[in-house]
């Protein structure tokens, strides 16, 4: 992305996207380089290959990169005529001071689960509790991650002039719910003789009318919080359930550790 006093430009070549918020809506969003847009399905197969379970040759899922050079060695067709092309796409807007807010780049993990308008809602009312865009960026990955992503999440926020600032009505919101969710996991907790899954105490709170939740992320969007109370009062059985059940982005990083680790001893007997 490139910001210059007079126009906000977007240049994009892959499944990442970047989006522009004013007055809480997406202004300005790129399109994702998916093998099974019309367009780019058409060169793919144009080239020579095919699209099967969304993704080139039935292998990668980005119909638009730099590198991936077995991608980009038919002959007799040009660098964009390609399976994969490495040419990018390009997005302007004229800059608006005084109703440009955010500007957010992030893959596709993110995009997975939370559509343009929901991100540029939830970053917007978590700027009106706090000023911290490390520790928001931080919620929207946890967000996301229980909203039940599981590819590669990151986060850019940039904040301009005219963001929402800290609202102490929103705070005051925010408060409330945190009160009432702590009020109600106590609760759920007692009724069972202190004997129930963290899990159970999710599902039992998804059937609860809570008041305030975050808009575009929900009751996942408190889960962190919600895992910190029910560690404070069950120690134990949540050290047991974390050994039992670990954290899944943790799992998924374990086992791809694995997996190249298998891959090295494979080679290395070879």
């Not at 050079?69 to 067709?77: A, C, I, L, P, Q």
């Not at 005529?81 to 440009?100: A, G, L, N, T, W």
């Amino acid at each position: 992305a490139l910001i210059s006093d007079k126009y906000l430009i977007i240049a994009n070549c892959g499944d990442s996207r970047g989006v522009m918020c004013v007055q809480g809506k997406p202004a300005l969003a790129s399109l994702d380089h998916k093998p099974s847009n019309e367009p780019e399905k058409e060169r793919i197969q144009n080239a020579g290959g095919s699209v099967m379970i969304q993704r080139v040759n039935g292998s990668l899922a980005v119909s638009r990169a730099l590198g991936d050079f077995e991608y980009k060695n038919v002959d007799g067709k040009g660098p964009t005529e390609q399976f994969v092309s490495p040419e990018p796409e390009f997005y302007i807007k004229e800059r608006e001071p005084e109703r440009d807010e955010l500007l957010v780049l992030a893959c596709d993990g993110v995009w997975d689960v939370m559509s343009n308008e929901e991100i540029c809602s939830f970053i917007g009312h978590r700027m009106k509790i706090h000023e911290n865009l490390e520790t928001i960026c931080n919620e929207v990955i946890d967000t996301c991650l229980y909203k039940g992503s599981r590819d590669n999440m990151s986060i850019i926020i940039i904040a301009f002039p005219s963001a929402p600032k800290v609202d102490q009505a929103a705070v005051k919101i925010e408060n409330e719910l945190n009160a009432t969710l702590e009020k109600k996991v106590n609760e759920i907790i007692a009724s069972k003789d202190n004997d129930i899954e963290l899990q159970m105490v999710h599902q039992r709170l998804v059937d609860e009318e809570l008041v305030g939740l975050p808009p575009g992320g929900g009751l996942a969007s408190k889960k962190v919080f919600i895992e910190d109370i029910y560690k404070k009062l069950l120690p134990e059985r949540y050290e047991t359930s974390q050994e039992e059940s670990p954290n899944p982005l943790a799992s998924l990083l374990f086992r791809s550790e694995e997996h190249t680790s298998e891959l090295q001893s494979l080679a290395g007997s070879r």
